[in-house]
């Protein structure tokens, strides 16, 4: 990776995918909850299947999830509509288990560079995080103990704005008093980095299957 053009004094991470990730997938989390329930693979398919159908029609229509409670609901009949494919009879306390049980928050893992990476450049450059997330993807900056090294922490869901929307940057560049053309943008989706670029964004698009954030390093002549 070559050295950035410009000279660089504020740096946006996406989160997830960037910082941070779950080992397995929400799918694979519910699967194994639901199996050491001793519910069989098909009847956990079809359940599976109609949440992300109720997922994919209720985020379509513009419903924001702005807060916790809003959150808690979502997943409430997110996992209803799971376990009433599997069976009728199933305890509120069974729903509530496989929602904490498979919740993105607590398993979320640091990538192995991050924390050394994020030390070094905390103090030298300002720090901020754009994330397309749920009200719930905040706590993870607690849990995982990094919150302390970034400046700004913008979630979509409480702006009301999300990426590649030029809006959601803008507030981003604002929490900071950052400008643009000073300010380097990592994500791991190539249209949000090049949405970031046409404001004017150094852009790096983060593909871990090649790379990880130790790229940086060079980019920004740092040690």
Known sequence: MSKLKNNINTIFFDAGGVLFDTEISRT???????????????????????????????????????????????????????????????????????FHHTHYAPHCKLFDEVRTLIENLHGTFKLGVISNAFPSMDCVFDLLDIRKYFDSIIISAFVREYKPNKNIYELALKSLNAKAEKSLFIDDKIKNVEAAENLGFEGVHLDRKVNDLTILKQMLDIN
């Open 28 to 98: 694979e989390r519910i699967k194994n909850f639901l199996r050491s329930r001793d519910f069989n693979d098909v009847d956990i398919a079809k359940g599976i299947n109609k949440g992300e159908e109720f997922s994919v029609n209720y985020l379509k229509d513009g419903n924001w999830l702005n807060n916790w409670s809003d959150e808690e609901s979502y997943w409430d009949k997110y996992y209803e509509i799971i376990l009433n494919e599997i069976t009728h009879d199933f305890t509120y306390s069974l729903k509530k288990q496989l």
